[in-house]
């Protein structure tokens, strides 16, 4: 049975840092694209980063350097690391894992388990 359990989540100023942890079980996730996903109330879900197989890193232009997608394959944890947090970065962040096909992106539809995410909270 495929399981994601994030962790790490919490409130924090604007300026600060967190670590999101991502604990995988059920498959070989080695294998898969893994992603870190993030959505408010009302709005679409939308991707932070992704890491393939071979660890390449994809994140979208709006973050500009922030955050950082790890793996550790021995363990089987995906992280997050987040830094210079500003208060729209406050979101439920999720954490999922897709098939691998050539690259990896921040495409939601592309990833078909996820977990039950873990809130994260700036304030200014």
């Known amino acids: 049975q495929v399981q994601l359990v994030e962790s790490g989540g919490g409130s924090v100023q604007a300026g600060g840092s967190l670590r999101l942890s991502c604990a995988v079980s059920?498959?070989?996730?080695?294998?898969?694209?893994m992603g870190w996903f993030r959505q408010l109330p009302g709005n679409e879900r939308e991707g932070v980063a992704a890491?393939?197989?071979?660890?390449?890193?994809t994140y979208p232009g709006f973050l500009k350097d922030r955050f950082i997608i790890s793996k550790d394959n021995a363990k089987n944890i995906l992280y997050l690391q987040m830094d210079s947090l500003k208060p729209e970065d406050t979101a439920l962040y999720y954490c999922?894992?897709?098939?691998?096909?050539?690259?990896?992106?921040?495409?939601?539809?592309?990833?078909?388990?996820w977990g039950q995410g873990t809130q994260v909270t700036v304030s200014s």
């Open positions: 999922a894992a897709g098939t691998f096909y050539r690259a990896c992106d921040v495409r939601d539809s592309k990833y078909d388990s």
């Open positions: 059920g498959f070989t996730y080695a294998t898969y694209c």
């Open positions: 890491i393939d197989p071979y660890g390449r890193r």
